[in-house]
């Protein structure tokens, strides 16, 4: 499809003739009516006071899963009220047994397994947004906000309003009362309100789901489909200024190497911040860190990372994931949140170095929302300081400062304008990023000086999102000394300095890269039996988000098609299922074909809920203009891989796993993995989980190094090795909950990993899988006590030093929380980060895993709290009846 036909489609979709009309699903009819209150109930989760009983029921709950609109197995009875303040939701959730409920306890967020009531609310009646507020029949709050209109995409779970709720367990089921603030709802100023508003309930021991408005899981829309709230006549929309200080100290002990003390040492640190956040008008809202503190986020697991690309891990800081749905678009990954505050990417040598852990975030703003136009708006800037290393040198006893990190600025945008009565979309989206390096050659070889990006990214809805045309163009231009343009030529997204690239040769006195991306994809997202979807991608060679975003590669042109056959009805044998068959394949923009695989994937729920994934693949042999790390094109083997997963129902008392997987290439070796997962509750206040994984295998292409010399591949060999990899790990989750306030939890990861090189040998010739293996074809080697090699190729000699490895880890993250009144924390923190390294071979057992936490390793202590203050415009301080509990 050209390009130049989107503006067609795009009135297209907007359009709303008579046919449109008909096929686009309306709100449900169903009115749900709130009583004014002059008194607000006592929010202890019992449904005592009068209040309730003149309040109007709602009980017409229906099944969505198992079967949908099926008559609920339980009935379940809700009240709503509300005054100038707040909204109040109650409860009756009967049970034939209730001994049948399950109320484990767990922090806030965490309900897991245990019986839950929803209400969701679109308080701006966009059909697209809402923020949902939960409590289990323990007292567990739960809250989210929904960016899109779907139920699962686009749902935050680190929305975090000041509201309280409690809950009770009686001989008749259960009762639940919340309390939600109007301060913390965005809603119109209007003297009669109409929201939507939806009502969930899940029973995991039934693996029931009851809603409201029953939205059949074979349609697309969420929000879009709400009933509509009535009653709530003469409210104000008062959003007070939220400002939350904090104050922390970490006490570290780090490991001691060699016998001289470490005079960079320090053992104690303290600092100071704040968050502040408030409304413009009633669709805005604006969320603004000094100095922000994550040390409370889970770590990352352990690797080892053999490959020439990045690992891109998930983001966890509670300021960059509460909005990111609003910053991040669905065209290309613009927006890598991680990236403000990384690691400084430059290094410093000495005896002794002391280089930050992170960069320091001086300060970030975004601001987020959606105005009455249907224009949805999201914008974060955001400053990293300076950063410097220091470092001593034994010797001359000499205490120096390397800079590592220079002072960047960062920025990132979205607009996007929702069109027409089949609510499509389209946005358009930016960020830049601006180093200051105050004179530093060394900073600006190697990095950027200014990075840019735009784009325009749109999802044409027809029948109600039925079908969709999607898809964005964006271009990109990055400037900088010629030596950090020249870095990223030949960094592993693009490899211009390969001998036989022919359409990006590398251009070693650039001062500027620029390029495109473009998508087009078709989607049928809605039907009972057939889904299905295509699309094409193209990235020029120039084309770099890496700066503020994040990508692998680039200089490709991509397709996927996908065919998906399902069930959704339960059957004899079956709850559901599904068939999917996949194709993908990938040129490089100089005709390269290096990808082509195809998978079918097969997925069943069984009467009892457990599931069963059936996964198989094969890749046919391609080129890779990767493998040889900028050395000539060469060949990928053909592959085939097996994947198997089995777990029991969610909603299970005892939650399992097991998954298996199995590959085999065309020089029959073989990879292996296993793992699993058991997550126990030997009470309701506490939860354990195990989660053990083992890999194993032999890869015949594993890249070495590069040798000068040779005549078969452009006057240098390319070295690779035939390793046979090791990987045992577990990951431990240990929680204890005092109450949903008062929670301690454990997360710790032992990991140990091997690799040894059995053979090594160098690539035979340009766009060939074949290697000369050392020892063979007129060559020689040996190998001495430390396992470096010696190779001899007639007159010419070199060595290879020796890349075996036997790596322990353990990372662990102990914390405390404590929300002490609503909206103000106490976290104490334990964290260990112990590793160790060693060039020898070593088979893997189980017991390693204990071995790892008697390696070398930092031990950080951290205590943080924090106070939520809020006070209204003019300094007069907001009611305090939004921090009662009845937990």
Do not use: C
Not at 620 to 633: M, V
Not at 648 to 656: D, M, R, Y
Request: cysteine-free; glycine content about 10%.
């Amino acid at each position: 499809m050209r390009l130049r036909s989107i503006p067609a489609l795009v009135l297209l979709a907007s359009a709303s003739p008579v046919g449109a009309r008909r096929a686009t699903a309306q709100p449900s009819p169903k009115i749900a009516s709130a009583t004014r209150t002059s008194r607000a109930p006592r929010i202890d989760g019992r449904l005592s006071e009068a209040e309730w009983q003149r309040a109007e029921v709602i009980s017409d709950l229906t099944q969505q899963r198992p079967l949908p609109g099926g008559a609920p197995t339980e009935r379940t009875l809700v009240y709503l009220l509300y005054d100038d303040e707040a909204v109040y939701v109650g409860a009756r959730l009967l049970r034939r047994d209730p001994r049948a409920i399950v109320r484990n306890l767990s922090r806030r967020d965490g309900g897991g397994s245990a019986e839950r009531f929803t209400i969701t609310l679109d308080p701006q009646r966009d059909r697209r947004t809402g923020v949902g507020f939960g409590v289990t029949a323990a007292g567990v709050r739960s809250d989210f906000r929904h960016t899109q209109d779907d139920d699962m995409r686009g749902r935050e779970s680190q929305f975090d309003p000041v509201w309280t709720a409690s809950a009770q367990v009686d001989s008749a089921g259960w009762t639940a009362e919340m309390r939600i603030p109007l301060s913390q709802l965005r809603f119109p100023a209007a003297a009669r309100q109409q929201w939507g508003v939806q009502f969930d309930r899940w029973l995991p021991d039934k693996n029931e789901e009851l809603q409201w408005v029953m939205i059949p899981p074979t349609e697309t829309g969420y929000i879009s489909r709400f009933g509509t709230l009535v009653g709530i006549d003469s409210v104000r929309n008062v959003r007070p200024v939220e400002v939350l200080p904090y104050l922390a100290g970490d006490a570290t002990r780090r490991a001691t190497t060699g016998v001289v003390r470490n005079p960079l040492n320090r053992p104690l640190a303290g600092r100071v911040g704040g968050d502040i956040k408030f409304g413009l008008g009633s669709n805005l809202t604006v969320d603004a860190t000094i100095n922000p503190d994550f040390g409370q986020v889970e770590a990352d697991p352990a690797e080892v990372n053999l490959s020439a690309f990045e690992t891109f891990f998930d983001e966890r800081r509670p300021f960059f994931v509460e909005g990111g749905e609003m910053l991040r678009g669905s065209g290309a990954q613009y927006f890598y949140a991680r990236r403000i505050g990384a690691p400084p990417h430059a290094g410093a040598s000495g005896d002794f170095v002391d280089i930050p852990r992170a960069s320091t975030i001086l300060g970030a703003a975004k601001i987020t929302g959606r105005l009455p136009s249907r224009l949805s708006v999201g914008g974060l800037a955001a400053v990293t300081a300076q950063e410097v290393a220091r470092t001593y040198h034994i010797d001359s006893a000499f205490t120096g400062r390397v800079r590592v990190e220079p002072r960047t600025a960062y920025s990132v945008g979205r607009l996007q304008q929702e069109i027409g009565q089949q609510a499509s979309t389209v946005a358009l989206s930016w960020s830049t990023t601006n180093r200051q390096f105050g004179g530093d050659s060394q900073l600006a070889a190697l990095l950027p000086r200014d990075a840019y990006y735009a784009g325009v990214d749109w999802r044409l809805r027809f029948q109600q999102g039925k079908y969709a045309i999607s898809g964005f163009a964006a271009g990109t231009r990055v400037d900088g000394d010629t030596a950090a343009i020249r870095r990223l030529q030949t960094a592993s997204t693009r490899f211009f300095q390969r001998p036989d690239m022919t359409h990006a040769p590398l251009d070693p006195l650039r001062t500027s890269l620029s390029g495109y991306s473009l998508m087009l994809r078709a989607d049928k997202d809605a039907g009972r039996r057939i889904l299905w979807g295509a699309e094409l991608k193209a990235e020029s060679p120039g084309f770099e988000l890496n700066d503020l975003g994040r990508m692998q590669s680039t200089d490709d042109i991509e397709y996927n098609a996908d065919l998906q056959v399902r069930e959704t009805r339960p059957g004899r044998w079956f709850q559901s299922w599904q068939l999917g068959f996949e194709t993908r394949g990938a040129r490089t923009y100089g005709g390269v074909h290096q990808g082509n695989s195809w998978t079918q994937n097969t997925r069943f729920t069984l009467k009892n809920f457990w599931n069963i994934n059936l996964r198989s693949s094969i890749d046919l042999a391609t080129l890779d203009d990767a493998l040889t790390r900028g050395g000539p094109l060469m060949g990928r083997p053909r592959e085939f891989k097996q994947e198997l997963r089995l777990n029991n129902a969610f909603g299970a008392p005892t939650f399992w796993r097991v998954n298996a997987g199995y590959g085999v290439d065309e020089f029959d070796t073989y990879r292996v993995n296993a793992g699993g997962q058991v997550t126990l509750r030997p009470s309701s206040r506490v939860s354990l989980s195990v989660e053990p994984t083992w890999q194993q295998g032999t890869d015949p292409r594993q890249y070495v190094t590069r040798v000068a010399g040779g005549t078969r591949t452009y006057g240098n060999r390319y070295v690779f090795g035939v390793i046979d990899r090791s990987t045992l790990s577990t990951k431990l989750r240990l929680n204890y909950t005092f109450s949903p306030n008062l929670t301690i939890e454990g997360y710790a990861e032992p990991f140990a990993a091997t690799g040894h090189y059995t053979d090594m040998g160098e690539l035979v010739a340009p766009r060939s899988r074949a290697l000369r293996m050392y020892g063979t074809d007129g060559t020689t080697v040996s190998i001495d006590s430390a396992g470096t090699r010696t190779i001899t190729d007639g007159a010419g000699q070199f060595t290879l030093s020796n890349r075996d490895f036997h790596v322990l880890s353990f990372r662990s993250n102990v914390v405390m929380r404590w929300e002490w009144t609503p909206g103000s924390t106490l976290f104490v923190v334990w964290q260990q980060n112990r590793r160790t390294s060693d060039a020898y071979r070593q088979a893997l057992s189980p017991r390693e895993l204990f071995q790892t936490t008697r390696a070398a390793g930092d031990n950080l202590v951290s205590v943080k709290v924090s106070y939520w203050l809020p006070v209204l415009f003019g300094g007069q301080r907001y009611g305090s009846a939004s921090r009662t509990t009845g937990e």
